[in-house]
């Protein structure tokens, strides 16, 4: 058994009167990735924020490589966030347009700094393996396409060596084909890196791709978890099936596309 790197027991969380999440339990190994399906506004995003402590938990428990996140000390927390890493969704707003790509990678390493030369060796290798050219870090971020700077994103994320990544939508802002070749970028590094991930999409067919468990969010609730192959071969949950009924196959296939008759007939 490897060793459990995440662990969430029976959170809540509330906005106001908002039940956003309810009773979400889950536990992720180290070097498995836990894809997070679930039609927009069902809590993705908050699942991912609450589990790097930027959005707080009404109740229950989030332990992250034995820290007790919800009961961190400031200064935890701190280091515990360079640890967990978030891969943003838009490649256009997440990178600073005044600096360049190396600028913005050595502000990883180092924050606050974003001195390159001392960290050149490693900001060129990342370059490299995310399928860049070393001589792009000297450029900005107007120089690049989407898929680029998607790319550069996905270099800072992971230059850290961190424990955890949570990429959440990382394709939606992109066109379909450049998605594809993300994704393929992305099974070759967790491939050689072991990554933990926490992979968040509403597109049924990506997650399928990438993740080993999957989580059905269904209005703040987890309606079904379990092996990536079960939940797309046997589901037990009425909503699972009904997601899956839409041809989930399909490139492209997006949860918010189901007419909503299919996930407000409850049978279960
Ligand atoms: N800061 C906030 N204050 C109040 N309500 C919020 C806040 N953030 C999210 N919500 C609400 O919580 C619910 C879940 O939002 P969340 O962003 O987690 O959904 P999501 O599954 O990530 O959706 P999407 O697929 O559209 O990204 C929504 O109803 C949303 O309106
Ligand atoms: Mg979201």
Redesign the pocket.
């Known amino acids: 058994m490897s060793k459990t790197v995440v662990n969430v027991a029976n959170l809540d969380v509330r906005?106001?009167a908002?039940h956003?999440l309810q009773d979400v339990s889950f536990s992720l190994s180290a070097g498995t990735t836990v894809g997070v399906v679930?039609?927009?506004?069902?809590?993705?995003?908050?699942?991912a924020?609450a589990l790097v402590g930027t959005?707080p938990a009404a109740a229950g428990e989030i332990w992250v490589d034995g820290l007790d996140v919800r009961h961190a000390t400031r200064s935890e927390l701190a280091r515990y966030r360079r640890r967990t890493q978030m891969i943003p969704q838009d490649p256009f707003s997440s990178l600073s347009p005044r600096r360049t790509i190396g600028q913005t990678l050595a502000e990883a390493i180092e924050p606050g700094r974003g001195r390159v030369r001392p960290h050149q060796d490693r900001i060129v290798d990342w370059l490299e393996r995310v399928g860049l050219e070393g001589a792009m870090m000297d450029r900005f971020p107007h120089e690049f396409s989407g898929g680029q700077r998607q790319r550069v994103a996905i270099a800072r994320g992971l230059i850290l060596n961190p424990t955890m990544v949570i990429a959440?939508?990382i394709t939606s802002a992109l066109d379909v084909s450049v998605q594809a070749q993300i994704l393929e970028l992305l099974a070759e590094i967790q491939d050689s890196l072991d990554l933990t991930m926490m992979f968040?999409s509403?597109n049924l067919a990506v997650v399928q791709r990438v993740s080993d468990e999957v989580l059905v969010?269904y209005r703040?609730v987890v309606v079904e978890r379990g092996p990536v192959e079960q939940i797309f071969t046997d589901p037990q949950h009425w909503y699972t099936r009904s997601l899956l009924e839409a041809d989930p196959g399909s490139p492209g296939f997006s949860l918010?596309a189901l007419p909503m008759a299919s996930v407000t007939t409850p049978t279960q």
């Open positions: 906005f106001g908002a956003v679930g039609e927009s506004g069902s809590g993705k995003s908050t699942l924020k959005v959440d939508e968040i509403h969010l703040g918010d």
